[in-house]
């Protein structure tokens, strides 16, 4: 589901990851990784045939420094190369009405010291607790999820699942 922010309407990640798994079953996502002194360059490719059986690529980068937040202390690797692949999708197709997504929005808010619209995820993937209290559901049910939830699902299942969920997909590889 969308978020809206100052009137235009951002998907996250997660969002765009799982709508390009539904229209497209033969794709491949690349990711490469360049360790810097204290922060993280991600560049994602992703790859896939359209309905006409025309190639379809596109590139996403994203930069994080490690000491931007306490979740980058251990995971800003994990969070730059989350936001390369969303950029990625974005530029072929899967962005809703605008490139950033709505987890980078909400952080870039919060860094210029305006009230966030809540989000998990942050500008070029610094993930961090907002003020305001979001309710997360799960991307399968209706099902609402707390934070920790949210990120031990998105971290082994790539989605946002409940743990009555999770518990399916772990018992059922191909859900």
Known sequence: MPVSIHGKE?????ERLNEFHKKYSGYKIETDI????????????VTTYNENKELVQAMGHA?????????????YIECAE?????????????AGVEIASADEVANAIKQQGQ????????EFGQTEKLEAPVPLVCSACP????????DYSIRNYNKT???????????NPSQ
Do not use: H
Not at 116 to 121: A, G, I, R
Not at 143 to 150: D, V
């Open 115 to 122: 009230a966030p619209t809540p989000v998990s995820q942050g």
């Open 63 to 75: 930069y994080e420094k490690q000491d931007a937040s306490m979740i980058n202390k251990t995971s």
């Open 161 to 171: 699942l409940c743990r009555k969920c999770q518990d399916i997909v772990k018992n």
């Open 82 to 94: 989350t936001s390369a692949v969303g950029r990625a999708l974005a530029f072929i197709g899967f």
């Open 34 to 45: 360049q360790l810097l002194e204290g922060a993280c360059l991600a560049t994602a490719i």
């Open 143 to 150: 099902n609402k999820i707390s934070e920790a939830e949210k």
């Open 10 to 14: 951002y998907w996250t990640v997660a």
